[in-house]
């Protein structure tokens, strides 16, 4: 069955450290992944996706297939980066679909 | 933002009441998409539509319904409201299936 855990439910750093959301899904076909984020009062938006392998506010993802990972990393946090971070699979049979993970709360501390 | 709005933004109402949420476009996007967010959930896919009056089943549909009558609007219905159905419900567009979802501001549902 597709899966996408977030075993992180709230990750606490101070500014400055490096930071890394987890995310592994299960996923028999092909994967396409993203990483959505939504700051306070704010819609929930795409931060990135692995297809792109940009670069945005300093966040980027490497897809592992071995691992079957797909972790967000941040060599120095900054406190706007302090929001809701979810993880989201792209699963194909009869359409497209987005399977979420259960989101992590990053907190920046100054 | 404002080219996808939900009504209402709040609302509470009773057990084995009616609600009808409304999702509005002007993105001319062919797909939308009803989102529950639920602590420790995160957001699961109630319906979604392909296109005007082509909506299909998501992970957790049951006790809730779909229209989609015209490109812009996406009806979300739930015909006998009960406590479990106490969520935040978010609204997306996207213009196909694999790209990325754009979201509304979300309607913030209590059911007593």
């Known amino acids: 069955a597709q899966r996408v855990t977030q075993p992180e439910k709230l990750l606490s750093v101070f500014k400055g450290a490096p930071v890394e959301l987890k995310c592994n899904y299960s996923?028999?076909?092909?994967?396409?992944l993203f990483w959505y984020v939504q700051y306070s009062r704010q819609r929930l938006q795409l931060l990135l996706r692995h297809i792109s392998r940009e670069s945005i506010k300093g966040f980027t993802a490497d897809l592992n297939k071995g691992e079957t990972s797909f972790h967000l990393k941040k060599p120095f946090a900054q406190e706007e980066d302090s929001a809701m971070y979810y993880c989201?699979?792209?699963?194909?049979?009869?359409?497209?679909?987005?399977?979420f993970g259960s989101g992590t709360r990053l907190l920046v501390r100054p | 933002d404002a080219g996808i709005t939900q009504s209402p933004r709040h609302k509470v109402t009773e057990t084995g009441t009616p609600v009808t949420l409304r999702c509005h476009q002007t993105e001319n996007h062919r797909y939308m998409y009803w989102y529950r967010q639920d602590p420790g959930h995160g957001l699961r896919l109630i319906h979604y539509s392909y296109g005007v009056k082509d909506t299909d089943k998501g992970e957790v549909s049951d006790g809730y319904s779909v229209s989609r009558s015209k490109t812009e609007d996406f009806l979300l219905t739930l015909e006998s409201a009960t406590s479990s159905q106490t969520s935040v419900y978010f609204c997306a567009t996207g213009t196909s299936g694999v790209d990325e979802q754009f979201f509304g501001p979300g309607t913030r549902l209590t059911v007593l």
């Open positions: 996923y028999s076909g092909s994967p396409e």
């Open positions: 989201a699979l792209m699963v194909v049979d009869s359409s497209y679909k987005l399977i």
